[in-house]
């Protein structure tokens, strides 16, 4: 998964400003959900290239960040000076010892908790280091039949590779890993989490949202996906430059049913869960 993450993080820096404009509702809610303010220290687990540390950070919270990646951790210090970024795998680091302080009141995520190798573990990792009465709240995708944006434009490079890709396994870490709910819960559960709630939540990502169509920034973001790197790596060589962007052109043209009053936008389906700490770990 470090080495997944390593490779990717440059796309996503990349991406950023897209990013953060398709999954501004799920940023939302998630803030609404945590309610960061002064006086809180706020732990943000796969924090990407910092969308929810500077909300935190501007909210007046401590914020405090944690990623695999080393690439997208020092993206996120970038864009957040005044947060504290550590490079450090959130479900086996001693937190508060990588980054020394109070213990948190808040642990938030924007999809960067589905990658656990042992979620229980994970989840009581986190819990041990926060205060009592911490809440902790994250968004995670629901299944892939609910989120076309992962299978549009990425199955025509997937049906070029051979072998394709092996379809993830249910509970296998990865973006689905908690699309059932009951599970979700139940990991929570053992993990010494109380007041569980795995709520649904809708959403539009809208690749319009610079008043543009949205295609290349999609086929951007297909192309910086697992499947699409493999296949830059594996098709493109072999194909040579004409032959590729027929390809890329394929992908551009898998959009087209997504492209709605003049713009790229897809239905979204997260869960938005919340728990809280109940006492020491």
Do not use: H
């Not at 490779?7 to 953060?20: L, Q, T």
């Not at 501004?24 to 990407?48: E, H, K, Q, S």
């Not at 709630?197 to 809208?206: E, G, H, K, S, T």
């Not at 790229?264 to 938005?272: D, Y």
């Amino acid at each position: 998964m470090r080495a997944n993450w390593t490779e990717g993080a440059a796309g996503w820096v990349a991406n950023e400003a897209v990013y953060d404009a398709v999954f501004g509702p799920v940023t939302r809610a998630i803030l609404d959900a945590a309610a960061p303010a002064p006086g809180l220290r706020v732990l943000d687990v796969g924090c990407g290239t910092g969308t929810l540390l500077a909300a935190t950070d501007a909210a007046g919270a401590a914020a405090v960040g944690v990623d695999i990646s080393a690439t997208m951790a020092e993206a996120a210090s970038r864009r957040v000076p005044g947060a504290t970024v550590i490079v450090e795998d959130a479900q086996t680091a001693d937190l508060l010892a990588a980054a020394p302080g109070t213990p948190f009141d808040r642990v938030v995520s924007r999809f960067g908790v589905m990658f656990f190798d042992d979620p229980v573990a994970a989840f009581a990792n986190l819990r041990a280091a926060c205060a009592p009465g911490a809440r902790l709240v994250f968004a995670c995708w629901r299944g892939e039949a609910e989120n076309p944006v992962f299978t549009a434009g990425t199955r025509v490079l997937a049906a070029r590779l051979d072998p394709p890709p092996a379809p993830e396994a249910p509970g296998e870490p990865g973006p689905m890993a908690f699309a059932e709910s009951d599970r979700t819960a139940a990991i929570l559960k053992a993990a010494g989490w109380d007041g569980i709630a795995v709520d649904a939540f809708d959403f539009l990502l809208d690749y319009g949202f610079d008043g543009g169509d949205g295609v290349e920034q999609r086929i951007a973001g297909v192309l910086a996906g697992r499947t699409g790197r493999l296949a830059q790596e594996q098709l493109r060589p072999a194909l040579g430059d004409d032959a590729w962007e027929s390809l890329v052109d394929e992908v551009r043209a898998d959009l087209d049913a997504f492209v709605i009053d003049g713009a790229v936008r897809f239905p979204g389906a997260v869960w938005l869960v919340s728990a809280t700490n109940p006492g020491p770990a």
